[in-house]
Antibody, heavy 120, light 107 residues
Framework: EMQLLESGGGWVQPGGSLRLSCTAS????????MSWLRQAPGKGLEWVSD????????YYADSVKGRFIISRDNSNNTLYLEMNSLRVEDTAVYSC?????????????WGQGTLVTVSS | DIQMTQSPSSLSASVGDRVTITCRAS??????LNWYQQKPGKAPKLLIY???NLQSGVPSRFSGTGSGTDFTLTITDLQPEDFATYHC?????????FGQGTKVEIK
């Protein structure tokens, strides 16, 4: 069974930093594009970032570009999201997801998520 | 960015009902449209990919249609476990955007 487990969330003041991790199991992690997505309280889903299977290509939503860095360690089946210069509006549950479908690009499965709260 | 608009935002229905949720894209996305089901406190679950393809294990009472800018998710014979929020997502271009969600509640 494919599983994704996030960790590293918590409370941070505006301007602070956090590093999220996502540990994968049940599939060949190194073969897949991986993504981070988020959902602010009471809001819809938002795509945050992708990383290619090898880690050499990364993509970001405009809302996080220049502040967040996605990376992966294929030897340890782990995806990361380094979040810097955090803003109140970054408060959300952050989930990692495996990307399927090639160009059709769907997210499956998703992890349960880790809550990031940015507040003074 | 492509804007995705779902309607309605919420609906009330009874077990056994037929439910239809629509998703409209701000420009043509061909058939690059996926649907997810999310229950409270849980991760979203892929239901349908590329407009009409059921993910493995998804009951056949779920179906999807559409092309271009207009898409539909239909649930026939609504079951108690189907009460949830449903999200559409376009995968035609980056950023891959979602609708705001449709909450299906028990009448």
């Amino acid at each position: 069974e494919m599983q994704l487990l996030e960790s590293g969330g918590g409370w941070v003041q505006p301007g602070g930093s956090l590093r999220l991790s996502c540990t994968a199991s049940g599939f060949t992690f190194s073969s897949y594009v991986m993504s981070w997505l988020r959902q602010a309280p009471g809001k819809g889903l938002e795509w945050v970032s992708d990383v290619s299977h090898s880690g050499d290509r990364t993509y970001y939503a405009d809302s996080v570009k220049g502040r967040f860095i996605i990376s992966r360690d294929n030897s340890n089946n782990t995806l990361y999201l380094e979040m810097n210069s955090l803003r109140v509006e970054d408060t959300a549950v952050y989930s990692c997801a495996k990307v399927g479908g090639g160009a059709a690009f769907w997210f499956d499965p998703w992890g349960q998520g880790t809550l990031v709260t940015v507040s003074s | 960015d492509i804007q995705m608009t779902q309607s309605p935002s919420s609906l009330s229905a009874s077990v056994g009902d037929r439910v239809t949720i629509t998703c409209r894209a701000s420009q043509s996305i061909s058939n690059y449209l996926n649907w997810y089901q999310q229950k409270p406190g849980k991760a979203p679950k892929l239901l349908i990919y590329v407009t009409s393809n059921l993910q493995s294990g998804v009951p056949s009472r779920f179906s999807g249609t559409g092309s271009g800018t207009d898409f539909t998710l239909t649930i026939t014979d609504l079951q108690p476990e189907d009460f949830a929020t449903y999200h559409c997502q376009q995968s035609y271009s980056t950023p891959r955007t979602f609708g705001q969600g449709t909450k299906v509640e028990i009448k």
